[in-house]
């Protein structure tokens, strides 16, 4: 299995992208491939920026990356309530290429933050509109209190209960 496994997030020190890897990792068998959604920058998306340039390089490159994937994890990062500003950007121009932006591709989707929250008001609102761009969603989980649960050294999570549901949410992907 190709799996793709991303952060929703920009920042180069992102616990989302932390956990997007970890959660690959266990994937048993699969040749896994991190993006780094800094690859993929763009303009900010307006109508008027579209017909000035059409659909970007990186957005057509994005959109070939999941098509390539037999299945995706992302991790999202929440930037107050929502989407970071950087996968948004990133989700709006590749929307324009294809309203299936993911192509029917198996999905787990996930979530963290250092608080309690765990990013889940983002989760919810993505896991309920992915459906909508062709995502076939197997599972949720958000990480609450990321530097509680996870240990940095080892990069795992040390949190057994924690483990657990991320394995039952992996096992859907296959």
């Known amino acids: 299995m190709k799996l793709l496994a991303f952060a929703a997030s ?18 048993a068998g699969a040749d896994v491939e991190i993006l780094d959604i800094n690859d993929y920058e763009m303009p900010l998306f307006s109508q008027d920026r579209e017909e000035e ?8 490159k994005f959109f070939a990356k999941l098509g390539e994937a037999d299945a995706i994890i992302i991790s999202f990062a929440e930037h107050n309530g929502s ?3 950087a ?3 990133l989700f709006d121009w590749t929307s324009r290429i294809d309203m299936k932006v993911f192509q029917n591709k198996p999905m787990v989707l996930l979530a963290t933050s250092p608080g309690p929250g765990g990013a889940a008001t983002v989760l919810a609102a993505a896991s309920g509109s992915a459906p909508y761009f062709a995502a076939d969603v197997k599972a949720t989980l958000s990480i609450p209190s990321f530097f509680d649960n996870f240990d940095m050294e080892a990069q795992a999570l040390r949190n057994p209960e924690l483990q657990s549901a ?5 096992s ?3």
């Open 10 to 27: 920009s920042s180069t020190k992102s616990i989302n992208k932390q956990l997007a890897a970890y959660a690959a990792s266990q994937v």
């Open 87 to 89: 996968y948004k950007n």
């Open 83 to 85: 989407y970071t500003a």
């Open 166 to 170: 991320l394995l039952e949410a992996l």
């Open 172 to 174: 859907n992907l296959k």
């Open 53 to 60: 340039l059409g659909q970007p390089e990186q957005a057509q």
